[in-house]
């Protein structure tokens, strides 16, 4: 009996398009970096680019979708592989955090920046939301789990010592705002 498998079509271009334009938007700025830079860089033709994204609206949605993916992979994989309750699995988050802001190419936050960039009516937008959301839905479980008596409101209070941090962390890196965020949420999760 013959097996088939399905047919994996390979888009080097479009993979090309994504990484650079990734790299680019977080990099420089989501205004400030033109879709013939992209193109260029990418070793693309702008008509190909536009095969696969309509706007650079779109584009940018792509790229904030993959940085939220991304990120939520990483916090996922990091949150099941530590063997902690969910309180100190809340702390864990600003821990990584922390260790995003020490690296070379911390640039803010992604989403915060591209936001700043939006309108409510860009797919980057309602990707923002999304992730918002998910920010929002883990915090809540997690609190939840970690017996706060209000989880939809402590989470609300985590999510904004997050941005807080991230936001402070850009502007003011030489200031410990992860770790200081970090022991207002160990507060916040205490007054259970």
């Known amino acids: 009996m013959a097996t088939t498998t ?3 079509r390979k888009r080097p271009a ?5 990484q650079t ?5 977080y990099a420089d700025g989501i205004h400030a970096t033109g879709v013939d ?7 693309v033709s702008k008509a190909t680019m536009y095969t696969y994204f309509r706007t650079k609206d779109d584009l ?3 790229y904030v979708e993959g940085r939220s993916l991304a990120w939520r992979d990483h916090l996922m994989t990091q949150l099941a592989a530590a063997d902690v309750d969910a309180a100190e699995q809340i702390l864990m988050v600003f821990d990584l955090l922390g260790t995003w802001f020490a ?9 915060i920046n591209a936001e ?23 915090f809540t479980d997690l609190a939840a789990r970690a017996g706060t008596a209000d989880p939809a409101a402590t989470a609300i209070r985590l999510a904004m010592l997050y941005d807080g941090a991230m936001v402070g962390a850009h ?3 030489q200031l410990p705002w992860a770790a200081e965020a970090r022991d207002a949420a160990a507060v916040l999760i205490a007054q259970r």
């Open 6 to 8: 399905p047919r994996t």
């Open 14 to 18: 479009l993979d090309r398009v994504v």
């Open 21 to 25: 334009a990734d790299r680019l938007f």
């Open 37 to 43: 830079t992209i193109a260029d860089a990418a070793n």
């Open 60 to 62: 940018v949605g792509a």
């Open 103 to 111: 690296t070379d190419d911390f640039n803010g936050c992604p989403f």
């Open 116 to 138: 700043a960039e939006s309108t409510t009516d860009s797919p980057a937008h309602v990707v923002n939301v999304e992730h918002r959301t998910w920010i929002r839905a883990l």
């Open 171 to 173: 502007t003011e890196p």
